[in-house]
């Protein structure tokens, strides 16, 4: 940090209790971790049900397990609490922009959209190689399709994390989208036995 005016300026509001409730990728980074652990058996189980000698259905359910229920979880989870399991343990939540208020679901389904997305190209073209024959779930799918999915779904997370550092209130790209912010919890206060 400078020791210009300007950047002695900037780093008093950076160390203010005000602006310090924005310092959240960390913790994001731990939840989104946390969550993709919470996630694995249902993934697995998605996974299982793909296999090709399981069936058409077998396949369907298993890309609903696997490509969107995850989705849907944080989706939900967001709508109802302002947090996943993982934020919970983090201690960050998601707030509407006027940080007023917990999101709406709406909100929580803009903010998600990008994900939906990816999975829904994803499981058509699952679907696809399923129907030609051609799916082979022990082996990466090296298509042009998938490799531009790849690429997409690698840039849409470098822009985010760019964004996210690159303003005051640490908004990714969903949250701009959404019009919702990810705060730090409050601290607890530890309740005072009265005095005898």
Known sequence: MSDTPRGLARQAIASTPETTKYHTFWPR???LVLDALIM????????????????HSSM?????????LPICYRTLMHARFGQTVGKMVARVKILDASESRRPSFW??????????????????HTVELFQLGQYQ???????TFA??????????????????SA???RRAIHDWLAGTVVVKCPPKRRSQAPKV
Do not use: K
Not at 40 to 55: A, D, F, H, N, T
């Open 29 to 31: 980074l731990w939840a």
């Open 40 to 55: 694995i058996p249902v993934i697995s189980l998605g996974q299982y049900l793909m296999r090709p000698e399981r069936g």
């Open 60 to 68: 369907i359910s298993g890309l609903a397990l696997a490509s969107f």
């Open 107 to 124: 909100q929580c389904l803009v903010r998600d959209l990008p994900e939906y997305l990816v999975a829904t190209l994803t499981a058509y």
């Open 137 to 143: 779930p022990d082996q990466p799918d090296r298509s």
């Open 147 to 164: 490799q531009m999915v790849d690429l997409s779904y690698i840039t849409w997370w470098f822009a985010q994390g760019m964004i996210l």
């Open 167 to 169: 303003n005051f209130r």
